[in-house]
C-alpha cells in the first residue's frame, strides 16, 4: 500500500522561511519522480515542484528562486524549503509521487500553510 505522509504545515509570517516533508512508503521511492503541488481555496490544484528519480528539479515560475525541493533516498523523504514566504502561498500543499515528469500517480492527503501576519 502506498503511502504519502506530508508535515510541517503552519501558520507562518510573511518573508519567513518554512518546510515541509513528505514521507513515502509502498514503492521503489528512488525509482519515482516526488512532486509538490498546492491548491489555494476557489482555486484548482498547481504544480510547485518536481525531483526526477535522478535528482534533477523544476519548480513553478512562482516559486522559482524561493522555494527549494530535496530528497533523501535512504529515509524515503522529500523536503520542501520554502523561504520568503508571500500571502499567495497560502495553499494545502500535497506530495505527490510518479513515473512523469509531473508526478500524479500518488497523492498524499495535504497539509496547510498559511501565510499571514
Known amino acids: 500500500q502506498v503511502q504519502l505522509v506530508e508535515s510541517g504545515g503552519g501558520l507562518v509570517q510573511p518573508g519567513r522561511s518554512h518546510r515541509l516533508s513528505c514521507a513515502a512508503s509502498?514503492?521503489?521511492?528512488?525509482?519515482?519522480?516526488m512532486g509538490w503541488y498546492r491548491q489555494a481555496p476557489g482555486k484548482q490544484r498547481e504544480f510547485v515542484a518536481v525531483?526526477?528519480?535522478?535528482?534533477?528539479?523544476n519548480y513553478a515560475d512562482s516559486v522559482k528562486g524561493r522555494f527549494t525541493l530535496s530528497r533523501d533516498n535512504v529515509k524515503n523523504t522529500t523536503h520542501l524549503q520554502m523561504n520568503s514566504l508571500k500571502p499567495e502561498d497560502t495553499a494545502v500543499y500535497y506530495c505527490?509521487?510518479?513515473?512523469?515528469?509531473?508526478?500524479?500517480?500518488?497523492w498524499g492527503q495535504g497539509t496547510q500553510v498559511a501565510v499571514s501576519s
Open positions: 525531483i526526477t528519480s535522478g535528482g534533477l528539479t
Open positions: 509502498g514503492i521503489i521511492f528512488s525509482a519515482y519522480h
Open positions: 505527490s509521487a510518479g513515473l512523469t515528469t509531473f508526478p500524479r500517480d500518488y
